[in-house]
């Protein structure tokens, strides 16, 4: 998919969007084959005025029907989100009908247009949109999408298309990783991955192999790995856009290539080479940053391996001794993302010296029950960092909802026989997203930090109109934006 800006329309399209709002009905000169219509359908009222209402057009033109798509934002007080989905559905019409050039009338929503983040959002849904996954289809899906042509004589649009692309890009790739199986998509090829992207990129990378990860004393990330057949990686990008002295922001993305839950078996678990969502997210984070050179020091870890049952693998009531120091009574092999997040967390604090921390997780199903499908659940001990993920959320479109660190909650996972607990089996208190946070709030020693907990939203079980079925590739607009925000 390519993205193009054209100060005026391009005389060949397949279909066309045109947004508008309440004051704004008709703010641009349309081509004159259009305009007719468009006139004639704002001024019938056929459209509902709250944002996200749209109206079809199908026009016979030069011997074909074009679509033209109008969709409302409303009356101004729209979110930034509601305004994203409110061109992802008029894209995704356009997708349906095949269109192969899709011209997008940008100068019809001055208030898109006045907003360059918000222009840019908007011009990566294109990309988004467009994404297929056809590595292992013998017949590939072809949606006929090739080219968004931004209609709009603003200025510095170029500028904003190109980084739309590195993060919409740095997104897919993100979706790619999670997608593929994990009989592909083990610890090993993963690394395999980040080097190649590393050396794109002009990064440091390295990868650390079990033998290493031995020799650092990260027994609760290799525990959880013990299981399985295919041996676990700690990989480390380094990307050093900042001062030499500069403490980098450290991204730490879960990285369970596989969940089955371990010995506390999953009763479903088609789906769980999702649960890398985390290492997918600071992966294509950190390319997206290199690409737009930000002026920052920042690392992402991942701590990949496969939760998986063997006669070598951990069970329930084993003690395990994190990198931290902490000893871990183990009690629920399915609560396996924290340990591996432990590790790594001292990992970035003890080996590299990191200085904000943020950590992102596919960690809880609790997540879902507490904010619901749309949202991922956010915990933080310190305001200020909070307050730039909060904003980095708003450019991003990608939802957040703080829950809290409540100190209450944390005797549920104080162990009897060891320094702390990885689960609150038995407990009725609840809160289960938030007892993950306590516990790895354990480990962030006195970091600033804010934990991402994308289990709602990381994966859908259906198409929606700005991601297919699957992997979503969230959170790596709002790491790279969070990072941006950071920056200034």
């Known amino acids: 998919m390519n993205?193009?800006?054209?100060?005026?329309?391009?005389?060949?399209?397949?279909?066309?969007v045109i947004p508008f709002s309440d004051d704004q009905l008709l703010n641009t000169e349309l081509p004159e084959v259009i305009s007719g219509p468009v006139k004639a359908a704002l001024s019938a009222g056929k459209l509902a005025a709250a944002c996200g209402s749209v109206y079809d057009l199908n026009l016979y033109l030069d011997g074909s029907f074009k679509k033209v798509v109008l969709v409302s934002l409303g009356d101004g007080s729209s979110t930034n989100r509601e305004v994203f989905l409110?061109?992802?559905?008029?894209?995704?019409?356009?997708?349906?009908?095949?269109?192969?050039?899709?011209?997008i009338f940008l100068d019809n929503a001055a208030e898109i247009t006045h907003d360059p983040e918000m222009a840019k959002k908007i011009m990566e849904l294109p990309h988004l949109v467009s994404y297929q996954f056809n590595h292992?289809?013998?017949?590939?899906?072809?949606n006929g999408m090739e080219e968004a042509a931004v209609v709009t004589s603003a200025a510095g649009m170029e500028r904003l298309a190109r980084e739309a692309a590195h993060v919409a890009e740095s997104t897919l790739l993100a979706r790619d990783l999670v997608n593929h199986p994990s009989m592909f998509m083990d610890p090993e090829q993963l690394a395999k991955e980040c080097e190649a992207l590393a050396e794109d990129l002009g990064i440091e990378v390295q990868i650390y192999d079990k033998k290493q990860a031995e020799e650092m004393n990260m027994g609760a990330f290799l525990a959880v790995g013990r299981g399985s057949a295919a041996e676990p990686r700690l990989i480390?990008?380094?990307?050093?856009g900042g001062k030499e002295e500069e403490p980098p922001v450290a991204l730490v993305g879960k990285g369970i290539m596989f969940d089955s839950g371990?010995?506390?078996?999953?009763?479903r678990m088609e789906t769980m080479h999702g649960d890398m969502g985390g290492a997918a997210a600071?992966?294509?984070a950190i390319r997206a940053i290199a690409l737009e050179k930000l002026p920052v020091n920042v690392i992402a870890v991942v701590a990949a391996c496969k939760n998986m049952i063997s006669g070598d693998a951990y069970v329930p009531g084993d003690i395990l001794f994190s990198m931290n120091g902490k000893k871990i009574e183990m009690l629920n092999s399915d609560a396996e993302g924290r340990l591996t997040l432990a590790d790594a967390l001292t990992y970035a604090i003890r080996k590299e010296n990191a200085g904000s921390i943020i950590d992102i997780a596919t960690l809880t199903g609790a997540a879902q029950g507490a904010v619901g499908v749309r949202s991922s659940a956010v915990f933080s001990n310190d305001e200020e960092l909070y307050a730039e993920v909060e904003e980095a959320s708003e450019r991003a479109c990608e939802k957040i909802w703080r829950l809290p660190l409540d100190k209450e909650l944390f005797p549920v996972i104080e162990s009897e026989v060891a320094d702390i607990q990885n689960s609150a089996q038995g407990s009725t208190m609840g809160g289960g997203a938030i007892v993950a946070g306590l516990f790895l709030q354990e480990f962030v020693?006195?970091?600033?930090?804010?934990?991402?907990?994308?289990?709602?939203?990381?994966w859908e079980s259906k198409d929606i109109d700005y991601s297919i079925k699957g992997a979503t590739g969230y959170g790596v607009s709002l790491l790279y934006e969070t990072v941006k925000v950071i920056s200034r």
């Open 282 to 284: 600071v992966i294509g």
């Open 86 to 103: 409110a061109f992802a559905k008029a894209l995704k019409r356009c997708k349906d009908a095949s269109a192969a050039v899709t011209e």
């Open 136 to 142: 292992y289809r013998s017949v590939p899906v072809v």
């Open 262 to 267: 371990g010995y506390s078996l999953k009763s």
């Open 236 to 240: 480390v990008l380094r990307y050093k």
């Open 445 to 458: 020693e006195d970091h600033s930090w804010v934990h991402v907990d994308i289990a709602p939203v990381s």
């Open 3 to 16: 993205v193009k800006i054209y100060k005026e329309a391009v005389p060949s399209f397949d279909a066309a």
